[in-house]
């Protein structure tokens, strides 16, 4: 089991920033990839900026070039840092772990997400 608390969500003004952590716990071994996900209000939950095995980053084109997505192994933490933000940034965001739990089964696990909101 791995177990997923995210923290940093908030209010913020359009153009300010904030930064989500995700901190890790568990069965932390043999994970291929984590990254943040979001669901706005009656919208589909969608990728945001996920790492995955190999280290490549990728990121939405909404987000690219405001939002950063970057990982302390030694804290088993990963951060999004979010500037330059839009309403439409407003969203439910999710932290996420993909591991492998024997060969050839993966399973995704999700953090309980945090709320954005973006307004003036």
């Known amino acids: 089991q791995v177990h997923l608390v995210e923290s940093g969500g908030g209010l913020v003004q359009p153009g300010g920033s904030l930064r989500l952590s995700c901190a890790a716990s568990?069965?932390?071994?043999?994970?291929?990839?984590m990254g943040w996900y979001r669901q706005a209000p009656g919208k589909q939950r969608e990728l945001v900026a996920t790492i995955t095995s190999g280290d490549s980053t990728n990121y939405a084109d909404s987000v690219k070039g405001r939002f950063t997505f970057s990982s302390d192994n030694a804290k088993n933490t990963i951060y999004l840092q979010m500037n330059s933000m839009k309403p439409e940034d407003t969203a439910v965001y999710y932290c996420?772990?993909?591991?492998?739990?024997?060969?050839?089964?993966?399973?995704?696990?999700w953090g309980q997400g945090t709320q954005v909101t973006v307004s003036s």
């Open positions: 568990g069965s932390i071994s043999r994970l291929n990839a």
């Open positions: 996420n772990a993909v591991r492998l739990e024997r060969v050839g089964i993966r399973r995704n696990y």
